[in-house]
């Protein structure tokens, strides 16, 4: 076995329950092979941080993980279900615990803040129940990222900041049990950037969630992972906690953490 590559070990955490599991995973677009061999597994509750450069496939990745993407070959599953033998409905189910924040906050530039909260709410009526007045769920979601006020507004009235603290208010209002960040603080200023970590961080304790995030920002993944992925070549290259990356001695690895 390749040591390098096996910087973690994860004896003590393979404990946990797993929520979500990559194995083997290949895409390829024509001849650009994207991922080649890539595995992963998400633990309940834990934060994992996905790093690669720009154009090494993680939004692809994320994509396949909720049947966005088809992937070529491959295993995926999501708390114990594959995602290739689900039929539409039961995807559909599963889609609704699981979160995704998608690169660059992507709300609905012609809805209002609280027609873009009520869209998944309506996508996924069968989670919810019985729902005849939805106000009270958009403003817990929209309280929890502390924009209660802006429900009237559309995405255009807002910053980029506050933007992407109502595509994440959109995520959290079906309460997933699966969060995934596609570069949750990309292209804010590095204070806005904090607070969206802080906000990320007091969701995961409030609702006891398990995340995904993929991310370019090594200040996003020093504070917030538990554990980071490197993706390089399609591979998951290598994997441990900040500190132990940090230490590492490969070329590669260590080309993340230089300024
Ligand atoms: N639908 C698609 N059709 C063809 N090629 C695609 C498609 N989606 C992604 N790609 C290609 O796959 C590669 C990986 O793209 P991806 O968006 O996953 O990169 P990324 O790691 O998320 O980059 P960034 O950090 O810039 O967001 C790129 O070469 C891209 O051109
Ligand atoms: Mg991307």
């Not at 992963?40 to 720009?54: A, D, P, Q, R």
């Not at 999501?78 to 539409?88: A, F, H, P, S, Y």
């Not at 699981?98 to 869209?119: C, H, K, P, W």
Request: with cysteine; net charge neutral; aromatic share 6%.
């Amino acid at each position: 076995m390749d040591a390098k590559k096996d910087i973690a070990p994860q004896t003590e955490k393979d404990q946990r329950e797993i929520v979500l599991e990559v194995k083997n995973l290949y895409k390829s677009f024509g001849e650009n092979k994207v991922l080649n061999g890539f595995n992963m597994t998400l633990y309940k509750g834990e934060n994992l941080v996905v790093m690669g450069k720009s154009g090494s496939g993680k939004s692809v990745m994320i994509k396949c993980l909720v049947g966005l993407i088809q992937p070529d070959k491959g295993y995926i599953s999501v708390m114990g279900k594959e995602i290739k033998l689900l039929e539409r409905e039961s995807l559909d189910a599963l889609r609704s615990d699981i979160g995704f924040l998608f690169q660059g906050s992507a709300l609905y530039d012609s809805m209002t803040v609280r027609e873009n909260l009520e869209f998944p709410m309506r996508r996924h009526k069968k989670k919810l129940g019985n729902v005849t007045d939805t106000e009270p769920w958009v403003l817990e979601a929209l309280e929890n990222v502390g924009l209660a006020h802006t429900l009237d507004l559309m995405p255009a009235e807002l910053s980029g900041g506050m933007q992407r603290r109502v595509a994440l208010a959109r995520t959290l209002i079906l309460k997933p049990k699966i969060i995934l960040y596609d570069e949750p603080t990309s292209g804010l200023d590095p204070i806005t950037s904090k607070e969206i970590i802080e906000l990320m961080r007091n969701i995961q304790k409030k609702y006891d969630t398990s995340s995904l995030i993929i991310t370019h920002d090594m200040d996003c993944a020093r504070v917030i992972s538990e554990r980071m992925v490197l993706l390089v070549n399609g591979t998951n290259y290598a994997q441990g906690t900040y500190n132990e990356l940090v230490q590492s001695k490969d070329p590669k690895v260590e080309a993340f953490f230089k300024k």
